[in-house]
């Protein structure tokens, strides 16, 4: 017996193998509708899906209709995974905020979202709404959507005076206690992470086919800039040290799997606890602060800032020099109290 096809537009069809079943999904929401093609029923969810996106669609000129605007643009879509998907997190937070009329969003108005933000959220969380938003306060100004940004004069939240560093460097004799307490399945990854300045994320997702020839050949999940070392000889050893696993990644746990970030937090957590009981380590340890450390030891050495942003994948110097302030701090008093040092003997002298 032959049927009618009946097409409806804006939905997406697909079969699929493993029930023998056509689904249906509507193309704007996402939504999959469940009840069976062509049905009387199918079409009354249809319906009811159909009003309820319409009635969420933004009116023009909201920050609804911004935010639309710029999750269709080439700017948001050609941003890496994990950009996007910290941008998207700000954006659902800003979604309660969708029908205020973009004539209103002041400088004020900023300010005043900052400090609920800033009682509901973290610092961080805080400013970087802040930094999302002057990029919407952009995308409306070159879509001729709003003639200036509401960000631009809008402060940060500050750390507190009394708030310990984040991230701060290791210390050579803690890099020492943790890669002589860690297990074999954990010693490559941290060593990717203590030479190489690799992010945890990317150490641990690091494919096999990265490292050839003694040279690491990938890119930043971050900023997608290429990383291209020779691998330093503690990561040489600890590769030909690692336990033999299938996983595409290089790095695997004691299940020969993948890690996962989470994962590898927890197993790492009860050895710097125990290392900080015994007096090995000093408090606030971190796996980021290894990046930190290997842009304080380059520099350090005197290498300058463009180097560093090179080695840690970074398209700006900026990040090289943050990560280095306290290597420039150091140098920079080591200096300072020579001289000091200099003057008060001058001065001893003279008045003899």
């Not at 310990?164 to 060593?191: F, G, I, Q, T, Y």
């Not at 020839?213 to 000889?233: E, H, I, M, Y």
């Not at 937090?265 to 930190?292: C, F, M, N, Y």
Request: net charge positive; charged share 30%.
């Amino acid at each position: 017996m032959t049927g009618t096809v009946v097409r409806v537009k804006g939905l997406k069809r697909y079969f699929e193998p493993k029930t023998g079943k056509w689904y249906a999904y509507h193309r704007k929401s996402g939504r999959r509708i469940k009840a069976e093609y062509g049905t009387p029923e199918f079409f009354v969810e249809l319906e009811a899906i159909e009003a309820e996106t319409k009635g969420a669609e933004a009116k023009p000129g909201t920050l609804g209709a911004l935010i639309s605007s710029y999750r269709g643009s080439a700017g948001f879509q050609s941003l890496k995974t994990r950009t996007k998907s910290d941008y998207q997190k700000v954006l659902e937070y800003l979604k309660p905020l969708g029908p205020s009329p973009l004539v209103e969003l002041t400088q004020g108005w900023v300010a005043r979202l900052r400090d609920r933000t800033f009682e509901k959220r973290k610092r961080k969380f805080t400013n970087y709404t802040l930094t999302v938003l002057s990029i919407l306060f952009e995308h409306a100004i070159e879509q001729e959507m709003m003639v200036a940004n509401p960000v631009s004069k809008v402060k940060r939240v500050r750390k507190p005076t009394d708030a310990k560093e984040a991230n701060r460097p290791w210390m050579d004799h803690e890099r020492e206690a943790v890669s002589a307490a860690l297990p074999m399945h954990m010693r490559l990854p941290v060593a990717l992470m203590m030479y190489c300045g690799l992010d945890p994320q990317d150490a641990l997702t690091l494919p096999r086919t990265a490292v050839s020839n003694g040279r690491l050949d990938t890119r930043r999940g971050k900023t997608g800039v290429p990383v291209w070392v020779p691998l330093p000889s503690p990561v040489i050893d600890a590769l030909k040290e690692a336990p033999e696993h299938s996983a595409i990644t290089l790095c695997a746990n004691s299940y020969g799997k993948p890690w996962t970030v989470s994962g590898f937090r927890a197993s790492w957590r009860p050895i710097r606890q125990k290392l900080e009981k015994e007096g090995k380590v000093q408090p606030d340890l971190t796996l980021k602060g290894l990046r930190h450390t290997v842009a304080t030891i380059l520099r350090e050495m005197g290498k300058d800032h463009g180097t560093i942003a090179e080695m840690l994948g970074q398209k700006t110097e900026a990040m090289a020099k943050h990560y280095s302030r306290r290597a420039d701090m150091s140098k920079k008093m080591a200096e300072t109290i020579g001289d000091f040092e200099a003057e008060v003997n001058r001065r001893k002298t003279k008045t003899v």
